[in-house]
Structures are given as structure tokens and as C-alpha cells.
């Protein structure tokens, strides 16, 4: 269904366990282990990394929404799941999954356009012939089964905001929690209000007037003690323990606390969303940018898959 | 190639195609799933389809053609049960070469939308196949529509459908737009050829070429798709201009669909204004003009937003010269209504048991302001639906026959005949089979 999440293909087809989505990505691996050996890259999180910082640049220059390229990263890790990325043009990917996420967001693009624009950004590894981007397009579409409606833990956030009393900031803060964990495998393991509650519950913890983070993604390791932080005093706040010291902050995130425990949410879930979040934010501390394209590009090259 | 440098595993080459070919089959209606031309330049590069249509199912003649392409009749060779629609999307061609030149959004939507959606009253999609640069989505089959119940009805002489059929085929109706609005879809082109019926007699509203999520910003009517809403179920306050889609719009013509189950003629048949060389959207006058010698003026004081329509001022134009003063308030709905389920020539088979409560579901159908229209839900519990006879699960429980969908064996007849089916709105050949003469 398109509004309801619990009858959706997400919810259905595109939702795993953190075992299922190892024995998908173990399969590709195992199917192609020369290739594999062959042509070594950064671990996921690197390379979702680099694939968002991708997207954000033809993003940019296309003028499209954050859920467009939200849905565009959301398109690439469930392809990424049935397809060995060694196979691919990760750069045609990239530049297809934001052509359709676009139609599919209500803020098409002009496949010319596009093809252009990413000529423009990756010119070594990128063909000027659409016929390449509309073939992609059905391959892609094909691996989602044209499952292509997404749901956001945007709306749950935005749904929420009054629930919570959430200041701009903390919403901000939320939101860009929220744009960070498209680089995660959240999206695949747990439900889009389980998302944004993860996000909610950071973005009060992490008191962002107090630190004044801009950007989660930008700030690395502070993020990351934080959290950690943030997780401990959520955890006292579910038992109920009483703090001495903090303001309005500390309140919501009781309140937080307390209407989670009134609510059927499943809260290890939300604890395990903060987990992951918070080891990506650690993760990203170890990113190079500049390890992570090289092996992409020599794949591509090696292979002649920009052809 | 760029996607993928090994040839997967399936597909087979074009010998295994042309071995479970079937005899019987015209060459030219299989020829539409098995054109070598279709095969792409060099068969083991780029992508290619895990599934192969004609691996998967024996195509059994041609249905219909629109804008987006070709819809053909086929089972499956695999002992999938029943009959299946398959709806092939042509692609465009550059020069005499067929390119992959992007998916249409509307495409892009109807496959979304159809693959989420799962409902009684919503025709049933199969899977989707994408092969040879073409898409190939199959459907359940079904063996009526609206559209062609309709047409048998004034064949020999009129004879109106029978009021439980009405009754059964207007609750499925609303049941499917419910569940589509309750999903935040709207279908957008609601009209009796979309609306098909399977020999069970369940109602499957079809063709979501259209249809979109209203939860998304929308793009104004205008400034995105071409084709809108078929005119003759055009909403009022699209004709005024509006910009903004609502279900609202769905039930104005889920209201003319009503009218025309129990008059057997298209209630408001106006003539489409055609889009000037500026590409600037006229206003629908003489469709405007055709829903006001029934239903009156619209005035500010049953509807309220009226005022800001974009068209407003047109209104004061329009004229209903044969009786200038009763046109200009009062509606003659009404008076519609009861000549039209009065006036079954054999008594038999009278649509009068549909009563007044008939009427009154009738105009919160087709009432003016949107906001105060009928909604979906609303309609499912109005009291036409609990008085009187008793709803039934079929429409055809009442025993009627009526002839099956033609399916022809020749893909080159399609030009010439205009069969009932998934005809795109807005085009100009849009009128009804045998329905040119004046009325």
C-alpha cells in the first residue's frame, strides 16, 4: 500500500535482518570470489559514504529535494543487495537512481539533463549516450521488482516534532540524523518510525545549542562520544532514574522516554538503530575519500564498465 | 557494456524462443512480444531480463491500444491459473532504431502504484516484466468493463440496467476509491471503459496510467501531465481552473459514471476544446456549458471558494438560451434523475426502485463544492446502500449475459476498429464505438 507502511513492499520485500542482508551480500561475494580478489574496495560504510557524497554533488547541480536523493540512496543499497557492485558502473548507478528516485519524488528531471550533468561530474567513467542511463534504469528497476514507493522516517519526524516539543534546532539536528542513516543499513533492517525516533532521541541527548553541531555527518567523533552519552542517559531515563542536573533537554528526553514506554514501539529497536548509528558516526572517522574512489574507478576502468 | 560484462544465465537465445512458439498463434499478434528487432544489437551485452514474456505466457490475441501502447490477451504456460491482461508500453523509437530513451513518470507511477496496491475492488497486477526495451505489465484479465455493459445495454433498444446490478457495481466502485484514497492515490481518470468487471462480476477499477500519490507535492495540473481527466467526468472545478487535485475530483466522476449506469449515455457529453498553438489550456466551455443545463449556475452561496476560481469570470458567459431563468440557479438534477429511472419503456426492468435514495446519492456525487462533495467513505454508508434491496457481492446476480471482450487475432486491424478498453483520455478519437450520431 502506498500510506501504509505495515502493507507496503518496504515493509514486506525490503526489510531484513541484519543475517539475511549478510547471507544476500555473502552470495554475491561468494558467486564472483575471483572478482572479488581481484578488485579489493572500502568496506560498505566507506563506500555508502562515497556514493552519498556522489549523489549530493549531481544532487546539487540538479536542484533535487533531500527525499529525492534520500530515495536515490535507498534505491542503490536494495540494488546493491542483489547485484555484486564489481559488475556495475557505480557512477551510472548513481546518476539512474537519482533520474528515478526524481519521477518517483514528483520532481522529474529530463534524462538528457541528467546524463549531462553526470558527464559533467565523473567525465572519465561517464557516457554521454542516454541509452546507457534508460538501459540502467531497467535493470535497476527490474532488481527492485518496480518496487520503487518509499517511506521516510522524514514524515514520523515531522509527525512528531509537536509530540516532543522539539525545538528548530533539535528537528534540524533530527533531520540530519536522519539524512546520515541512508549511509547506514538502518534503512534495510528497521521501520521508518523507528528511525525517526532513533533520531529524535539523539538529536535531544546531543543538546545541539549546547554543542552547536551544524551537520551530524560533519562532526565525527564528538557525535560519537556523544551518542554514546546519549544512549547511557536514555537508558537511565527508561528506568526511571532521576537526574540532578540538565534543562529542557533532559525533560523531553524523559518524556521521550515515557511515551515510548506507553507506546507498543519496540525500544531494543530503537537501542540497536542508536548502536548502528553511532558506530557509523565512529566508521566515518576512518573514511579517505580519496582510497575509497581509486578502487572504484579501477574496477570500472579495468573492466571497460564506463563503456 | 556498462551494467553488467556476463551474459546472465537465463534468458536463452532466440532459437528456444522460436521452439515454444505456437502454430496456432497469428504471426502478427506474437510478433508484438517476439520482434527480432526488439533484440537489442548484440544479445550478450547490456541488460537483459531474467524472465522472457513469451517463456511465461502464450499470448491469445490483441484487446486494445492507447497512447502508452498495446494491451493483448494471454494464459500462462506454466499452469498459472485464469487469464491475464498484458499491457505492452511501446518504446519510443529514434528514427527506425528502438532506443531505451528513459520510462514516462506516468509508467514509472503505474508500476509503483500497481505493485503496492492490493485490493477486492482494484485490478490485480501479476508481475512486470522489463525485456527487449519494452514493458510488459500483466494484469488479471478481465472480461468486461463499464464501457462495453453500458454499449449492450442500448443494443437492440435501450433496456437500463437492472437496479441491483446498478446498485452492486456502484458499492464496488466506491469500495476500490475508498481504499485508493484511503492510500492517498488518486486515479485522475475515473470513466466507464476504466472500471472493468470479471465474469464473477467483481468490479476492478483499472488503468492507473494516471493515478498519483496526493501525499507528495503535486505539480499543477498544467505544468506537468499532458493528458487530464477525460472531459466528460472532468470535475467542476478543474474546468474553473483549480490547481489543486483532490479525491473530490474522483467522485465527480464516479458521479457521472451513476448518471450514465442508469441513462446509459455520458451525463455531461461536452465537446474538448483543443489547446491553442500556444499550448495554453482553454477553458472547457461547452463541457462547462453542459453541466450547467443540468445542474444550474454554481453560485457563492453553496460554494464558497467559487469566487477564487481561476475561471471564474467565465461563468457569467455561459448561457442556457432555451430557459435563460432556470438555468441560472435552480437545478434540474433532480428532474433528470426521475425522467431517467421512469422512463424504462418495458416496466420490467425499471431502475424506479432506486427511489429517492438513489437521487440523493446522485447529488452529493456530483455537488458543486468539492468540499462539501460526497466522499468515498461517505458514500459507502449512505442509506442508497442499506434500503431497498440488498447489495450484492456480484453484479451479475442477476443472471445477465453479456457478450465477452473482443479479442482480435490481427495486430493490423487496430487502427481501424475502436474497441472499448484502456483508450487514453484527451485523444481525439476518444468518442464511443457506433456513438458518433447526434443524440
Known sequence: MAANYWESTQRRHWQFTREQLEDLRKKLEDEDQNLVQMYPLAQLRHLSIYFNQQIARLGKRLGVRQQAMATAQLYIRRFYSKVEIRRTNPYLVIATAVYLACKMEECPHHIRLVVSEGRTLWPEFFSSDTSKLGECEFFLISEMSSQMIVHHPYRSLTALQGTFSLSQEESSLAWSIINDHYMTDLPLLYAPHTIALMAILLALVLRPNQTGVQSASNSGGGIASAAHAALSSFEQSRSGTPEKHGGGARTKVQRLANWLAESNIDIEAIVDCTQEIISFYEVQEQYNEKLTREQINRFVKARGLDK | MSLTSNPPSSGGGPSSVSASRTQTLKRSVQQAF????????????????????????????????????????????????????????????????????????????????????????????????????????????????????????????????????????????????????????????????????????????????????????????FSGDKVVVTIWYRAPELLLGSRHYTPAIDMWAVGCIFAELLSLRPIFKGEEAKMDSKKTVPFQRNQMQKIVEIMGLPRKEQWPHLVNMPEYAQLTTLSTPHHKHAASSTSNLEKWYYSTINSASSSSTSNASLGAEGYKLLSGLLEYDPEKRLTAQAALSHSFFNTGEKVNASCFEGKMEYPHRRVSQDDNDIRTGSLPGTKRSGLPDDSRPGKRVKE
Not at chain 2, 529514434?94 to 502504484?113: N, P
Not at chain 2, 508481475?127 to 437492440?156: G, N, R, S
Not at chain 2, 494516471?210 to 499543477?220: D, E, I, Q, T, V
Request: hydrophobic share 40%; proline share 5%.
Open chain 2, 34 to 221: 517476439d520482434d527480432p528487432a526488439d533484440r537489442g544489437i548484440a544479445p550478450n551485452t547490456g541488460y537483459v531480463s531474467k524472465v522472457r514474456v513469451i517463456d511465461r505466457y502464450k499470448v491469445i490475441g490483441f484487446i486494445s491500444s492507447g497512447t502508452y501502447g498495446r494491451v493483448y490477451k494471454a494464459v500462462g504456460r506454466h499452469g498459472q491459473p485464469g487469464e491475464f491482461a498484458i499491457k505492452k508500453f511501446k518504446p519510443d523509437k529514434e528514427g527506425e532504431q528502438i532506443q531505451y530513451t528513459g520510462i514516462s513518470q506516468s509508467a514509472v507511477r503505474e508500476m509503483a502504484l500497481c505493485s503496492e496496491l492490493s485490493h477486492a475492488n482494484v485490478i490485480r497486477l501479476i508481475e512486470i516484466i522489463l525485456e527487449d526495451k519494452c514493458i510488459f505489465m500483466v494484469f488479471e484479465y478481465a472480461e468486461h468493463d463499464l464501457l462495453q455493459i453500458i454499449h449492450h445495454h442500448t443494443q437492440p433498444t435501450r433496456h437500463p440496467i437492472p437496479p441491483a446490478t446498478v446498485k452492486s457495481i456502484m458499492f464496488q466502485l466506491l469500495n476500490g476509491c475508498q481504499y485508493l484514497h484511503a492510500n492517498w492515490v488518486l486515479h485522475r481518470d475515473l470513466k466507464p471503459a476504466n472500471i472493468m468487471v470479471t465474469s464473477a462480476g467483481e468490479v476492478k477499477i483499472g488503468d492507473l496510467g494516471l493515478a498519483r500519490l496526493f501525499n507528495k507535492p503535486l505539480h499543477s495540473l
